[in-house]
């Protein structure tokens, strides 16, 4: 119960941070929402459905990225980062309410960009639905590792994104074969295969990470 309180405890550290200083969320609502307008004039009249799903993907891969590159913005610059490490908790608790707090970052751009897709492009399916869901926590299990092994460099803007995306690149195939395939349900499970390995993984090597 104790790992669990701590867990709750710095997840809602950075959900009332965002709260007061909306850095996050609104830069992450804003690029969503202007790339699928970008899109919508950028794609050809009479294209597929099927192109339109790949750019829906698109953006939704580098809201992510806006979205864990802030993830451990405040301890960078609060200078605070070392002392939540020391903190007398399991390590690995400061990764798992980072991926609450970006996973409902995440789902607040979503809640906006599905409506706009549908709007633009394409009515929006369940399957759509499930694939960006499962996606959110990929994206923010792998992202918050990596955001917290790029926290040290200068060039951590530069460096995330290129660690970032081809670990992520599964996702997206697994998330545009689940908004078009006959068999989403494949698609799904690949997804959800993906979330529950890499979650795993991240978990058990954060406190490696932060320590290194």
Do not use: C, H
Not at 10 to 24: C, G, V, Y
Not at 84 to 92: F, G, I, K, Y
Not at 147 to 163: G, Y
């Amino acid at each position: 119960m104790s790992y669990l309180a701590d867990v709750g405890t710095l997840a809602a550290k950075d959900l009332r941070l965002e709260l007061r200083s909306r850095d996050t969320v609104p830069a992450m609502l804003l690029f969503v929402v202007s790339t699928l307008v970008v899109f919508n004039f950028a794609l050809p009249a009479g294209a597929s459905a099927d192109a339109a799903y790949g750019l829906l993907w698109a953006a939704l891969v580098f809201t992510a990225i806006l979205g864990v590159t802030r993830a451990f913005a405040a301890e960078n610059e609060q200078r605070v980062l070392d002392g939540l490490v020391l903190a007398p908790s399991d390590r690995s608790a400061i990764w798992l309410g980072k991926v609450i707090a970006v996973v409902a970052f995440l789902a607040l751009a979503e809640i906006v960009a599905l409506p706009a897709f549908a709007l633009f492009f394409q009515p929006v399916s369940w399957e759509l639905v499930a694939g960006v869901a499962l996606a959110s926590v990929g994206f923010a299990a792998v992202g918050t590792l990596l955001a917290a092994m790029a926290a040290a460099s200068r060039a951590r803007e530069l460096l995330l994104p290129l660690l970032f995306l081809p670990l992520v690149i599964p996702i997206v195939v697994g998330g545009v074969g689940a908004s078009i395939a006959d068999d989403p349900g494949r698609y799904l499970g690949f997804l959800a295969l993906y979330d529950l390995i890499f979650a795993i993984l991240s978990w058990a090597s954060f406190e490696y990470v932060v320590t290194e």
